[in-house]
């Protein structure tokens, strides 16, 4: 519904400037609908489109895989540790 | 069945190839079930990867840490987190968008390397009380072949 600014009380219109984050003149009007946020964002692909983002993905982590240099599994988990706590330092790993 | 996959998850599918949490992402993607991520998360996960650290040992570049960005954006259902949101029991807060996350986006698993989710008898039971489970990677890739 459209409400003219000059119709509204002085109430009203101070509310919609606040809103609006602006000052409104009597030749606009304005209109204010109540929506719902979206709360999750559903991955919009088909099938065949998952699959392809699959093969794609494992050439990335084939690259990955040519890429890392030699380390043992405990200079890996090493790594993995001081890499993880430089985003949560209190971070532990399950045993 | 909708489940989370946490940073230290995610991370961890740069180990080797034969890695658990690689396996894990074709068993989620490729048996229909829906991966649960928030910006938050994959946010995260690029910066731990761009840690000096982790540079030093796979080199990843700019465009790759873009393809890795795009491709969780790309096959995640995204859960929009409340920057509001609080866990007051929670021993450490930087978890908090791995607990949002999964409330949020009503997941069924979380799955997670990090000892706080599988220890804390606060976090196990706010799980439990919202139906979510709490999963190591190799006790979900079981529970997913076994389904």
Redesign the interface.
Known sequence: MMHRVKDLSPEQRLTVEALLGRSVSNDEAVSIRAVV???????R?S?DE??D??R??DR??????A???P?SEDE?EA??L???R?????????? | MKIVLD??VL???????DTLA?RL??EI??R?R???LSNEIIS?TV???R?P??Q?????TDA?LL??RQ?LQ???????LDPQYRVPFL??P??AHILQTAE???ADILC????????DPAVLSFCATRGIEVC?EKSLLAKLRAA
Request: proline content about 5%; aromatic content about 10%; cysteine-free.
């Open positions: 946020p979206a709360t999750v964002i559903p991955s692909l099938p998952r699959a983002a699959m794609r993905i990335y982590f084939a690259r990955v895989d890429a890392r240099k380390v890996e790594i993995f001081e890499a993880m430089s985003v949560r330092p209190d971070y532990r790993p399950v045993e | 940073t230290t991370i961890r599918a740069h180990s080797r190839s690689r992402l074709h993607l490729e229909g829906r991966l649960v995260e910066k731990v990867l840690y650290a982790f030093d040992l796979y080199g990843l790759d393809e890795y491709f790309n096959v995640s259902d995204l859960v929009v021993r450490d930087n978890d949020r986006g009503e997670t390397h990090d000892a706080d989710f599988h220890e190591t």
